[in-house]
Nanobody
Framework: QVQLVESGGGLVQAGGSLRLSCAAS????????MAWFRQAPGKEREFVAG?????????????DYADSVKGRFTISRDNANNAVYLQMESLKPEDTAVYYC??????????????????WGQGTQVTVSS
């Protein structure tokens, strides 16, 4: 059973940066799809960024981003340390949300769909002040 723990959230002014970390334990996530989702107050949880292998037999990963964060956020993974990160730049008040890390064993399915992920962290709060 994979457990995910997020860290790095906090309060930042608009235009600032934060780096979120997600540490996995209980098993390796080396070949897993990894993603970040977020949920703002009163809104549904939404996809932010994901990184997944092209296929089951490759070690080549690709990344995808929500349009709202393209050019500002970067997802990266450290397979050796069983971790994934989200570097967030040029933060805006509308980025305020609880950010969740997710891991999925399948390399198929939609990378931006919650149904593609089997494990979830407890979330970390990001608040961007104007």
């Amino acid at each position: 059973q994979v457990q995910l723990v997020e860290s790095g959230g906090g309060l930042v002014q608009a235009g600032g940066s934060l780096r979120l970390s997600c540490a996995a334990s209980g098993g390796t996530v080396r070949g897993y799809a990894m993603a970040w989702f977020r949920q703002a107050p009163g809104k549904e949880r939404e996809f932010v960024a994901g990184a997944r292998r092209y296929g089951g037999s490759t070690n080549v990963y690709y990344a995808d981003y929500a349009d709202s964060v393209k050019g500002r956020f970067t997802i990266s993974r450290d397979n050796a340390n069983n971790a994934v990160y989200l570097q967030m730049e040029s933060l805006k008040p509308e980025d305020t949300a609880v950010y969740y890390c997710a891991a999925g064993a399948s390399y198929s399915g939609n990378i931006d769909s919650e149904r593609s992920y089997d494990y979830w962290g407890q979330g970390t709060q990001v608040t961007v002040s104007s």
